[in-house]
């Protein structure tokens, strides 16, 4: 936990990645509240939803991060972690994971390029 919060208070640090696996247990509303206090995304990780995942507890921890964020009203990035070019861009667990929670669709970044482009500044 004292490892996401460290990070998070870098002013580069914009997106934390892989919140999901139990190997590294972290108190998850903690997370969840300084990505509000520091509008910094959490990544919904694509690849840690396949079944084939050697990540531990991915679908069950990703569930309660959205249902903190769904809380606190806190953006998320719904991330491919695409290992080869037919990958990017695809988002088939993590976003049905979205649907079968009925996580906000105005709280997932990526939904709306405007939100990207103000998020990181690309008009400057």
């Known amino acids: 936990t ?7 208070d870098h002013p580069k640090v914009k997106i934390i990645g892989h919140p999901d696996d139990d190997r590294f247990i972290f108190d998850k509303e903690s997370i969840v509240k300084k990505a509000k206090e520091k509008n910094i995304l959490l990544e919904i990780n694509n690849s840690s939803l396949k079944p084939d995942t050697f990540r531990q507890g991915a679908r069950e921890n ?10 606190y009203k806190v953006r998320v990035v719904l991330g491919s972690d695409a290992h080869i070019s037919y990958d990017v861009g695809k988002f088939p667990y993590n976003g049905n994971l979205i649907e ?3 996580f906000p669709k105005e709280l997932v970044i990526n939904y709306h390029e405007d ?10």
Do not use: R
Request: glycine share 0%; charged share 25%.
């Open 100 to 102: 079968e929670v009925n």
């Open 2 to 8: 004292n490892t996401y919060l460290k990070a998070m």
């Open 62 to 71: 990703i569930i309660e991060l959205l249902e903190l964020c769904k809380k």
């Open 115 to 124: 939100q990207i482009v103000e998020f990181f500044n690309l008009n400057k």
